[in-house]
């Protein structure tokens, strides 16, 4: 059939609709982004709109954090929402600046919730409106919409609930020039949580083009100099893999808090003396790439190859949103539990019942960098076999807490030679290991937040001490 006119009229009409939507969609972002800059660039790296110095006896704190449950403990809300819990408990006025999921897939089915005491204001999320996001063109990331109408918010807060310090976590980065400008305006000290590095990052979101990292750079060091207390989650031993800026200045105001477990999710769910019928081998949490899927799956098919039958007694336990590697692998040499994705609260109940835990992270990464999850693991007292950087952060953790071994990635043979070990000392009903309580103790979240109380409690009154003598 041939096409009318009438119909290629329509059809150059609406493509013509579309670039014209998306024109003005690139160009209202853009738009945006020279905004966002605008306002960092006067109140925080120029320190022109300033204002004086503001003193406050209160305890009260403003968080601001785009992610905080109900969002699922992927996007990195269990941090904040144990940092809030016990801060309530230490004192502390806590008001939750944040934003509403928009899709039931981001959210936790069976979400503990923000505790009970919290002051929570939740924003519309703010997409960007154009395609230039899947780019990565924007600075600091793709939050960008969210930082004026939360730096607005935030202010407003200050005003109504008499804020004397806050504080943004990141990532998103967008929290901190939200957080970093509204302290500006106000006057008060400013603390931004790290949870992983800025533009020195190398897992997830990397900044490929040279011109924006140094972008990112530039914005970094402005906002840590601006900062009144700068706060990782990784020995300060890292500074350097981890920070734009690790001059002494800097140096002098990091503090390092890592993640860790919280005592009472653990609560009822002790580790059970009963000898299961399957050695059950667990691995919780994400696949970060075929790699890391390697070291798990390669060590299994030369112990089978071994030793065939010893993978009678042998089930994988999976929980994750990584399910298509175990699919696309072709015959497994074990039983496979695959329960996809799982609540937090779940997921410790597997750990627990696990006879070992694995831990696998690619070889690229920097020393420095490990998973919040390993706290949990440790808590979990099950043995744990890592697939990791012998030189790095998680092999030193484990080898620490005398929780388990590392290996490291690749050696394949190795990780087969120590799995039929801890499977034949399972098998013989003897521990597989003996872990440091005392050492695993001081990775407990409440003593991490007191940490973070008395971080604060300094903050304010070291801003108080200043006004005093002049």
């Known amino acids: 059939m041939k096409t009318s006119l009438k119909q290629i009229y329509w059809k150059a009409l609406e493509r013509a609709r579309q670039t014209r939507r998306r024109v003005i969609a690139r160009t209202l972002d853009i738009h945006e982004q020279l905004r966002v800059l605008t306002q960092f660039a006067w109140y925080v790296a120029l320190g022109g709109g300033a204002s004086a110095r503001k003193t406050s006896t209160k305890r009260s704190i403003l968080v601001i954090s785009y992610y905080s449950q109900p969002y699922r403990s992927v996007y990195g809300t269990?941090?904040?929402?144990?940092?809030?819990?016990?801060?309530?408990?230490?004192?502390?006025?806590?008001?939750?600046?944040?934003?509403?999921?928009?899709?039931?897939?981001?959210?936790?089915?069976?979400?503990e919730g923000i505790p009970e005491g919290v002051h929570v204001v939740r924003l519309s999320a703010a997409p960007l409106q154009s395609t230039l996001s899947r780019q990565g063109l924007f600075v600091p990331d793709d939050y960008i919409r969210w930082v004026r109408p939360a730096a607005?918010?935030?202010h407003a807060l200050v005003r109504d609930r008499g804020i004397s310090v806050i504080?943004?976590?990141?990532?998103p980065y967008s929290n901190l020039?939200?957080?970093?400008?509204?302290?500006?305006?106000?006057?008060l000290p400013f603390v931004p949580d790290f949870r992983d590095p800025w533009s020195k990052i190398g897992l997830a979101w990397v900044i490929s083009r040279p011109g924006l990292r140094q972008l990112n750079a530039c914005m970094e060091k402005a906002l840590l100099h601006f900062s009144t207390r700068v706060i990782i989650t990784d020995d300060l031993k890292y500074i350097d893999d981890y920070l734009a800026d690790s001059s002494e200045g800097v140096r002098k105001k990091t503090v390092s808090i890592t993640n860790g477990y919280d005592e009472e999710d653990?609560?009822?769910?002790?580790?059970?003396?009963?000898?299961?019928?399957?050695?059950?081998?667990?691995?919780?949490?994400?696949?970060y790439d075929q790699e890391t899927f390697d070291n798990i799956l390669q060590p299994f098919r030369l112990w089978q190859k071994s030793y065939p039958d010893d993978m009678e007694k042998v089930e994988f336990v999976y929980a994750g949103?990584?399910?298509?590697?175990?699919?696309?692998?072709g015959p497994l040499p074990f039983s496979l539990c695959d329960l996809g994705y799982v609540s937090h609260r779940e997921s410790i109940k597997l750990r627990i019942n696990s006879d070992l835990q694995l831990f696998s992270l690619p070889r690229r990464l920097k020393a420095h960098l490990y998973s919040g999850k390993i706290f949990e693991m440790l808590r979990a007292g099950v043995p744990i076999l890592a697939f990791t950087r012998l030189d790095g952060a998680a092999a030193e953790l484990i080898s620490k807490?005398?929780?388990?071994?590392?290996?490291?990635?690749?050696?394949?043979?190795?990780?087969?030679?120590?799995?039929?070990?801890?499977?034949?000392l399972w098998r013989r009903g003897e521990a597989l290991c003996n872990p440091d309580w005392e050492t695993i103790a001081q990775y407990s979240r409440e003593p991490l937040a007191l940490k973070l109380s008395s971080l604060i409690e300094e903050v304010v009154g070291f801003e108080q001490d200043v006004l005093s003598t002049t």
């Open 152 to 154: 607005q918010q935030a």
């Open 321 to 329: 949103s990584g399910s298509e590697y175990f699919r696309e692998a």
């Open 177 to 187: 020039i939200a957080g970093a400008i509204c302290a500006a305006r106000c006057g």
């Open 401 to 424: 807490t005398m929780a388990g071994i590392a290996i490291s990635p690749g050696q394949h043979q190795e990780a087969a030679d120590a799995l039929k070990r801890l499977f034949d």
């Open 167 to 171: 504080l943004a976590t990141a990532p």
């Open 266 to 287: 653990f609560a009822g769910m002790n580790l059970s003396d009963t000898h299961r019928v399957k050695f059950t081998v667990s691995y919780i949490g994400s696949l």
């Open 78 to 111: 269990q941090r904040i929402t144990k940092f809030m819990k016990f801060l309530l408990r230490m004192g502390w006025e806590v008001t939750l600046l944040t934003s509403t999921p928009s899709h039931s897939e981001e959210q936790e089915p069976r979400s």
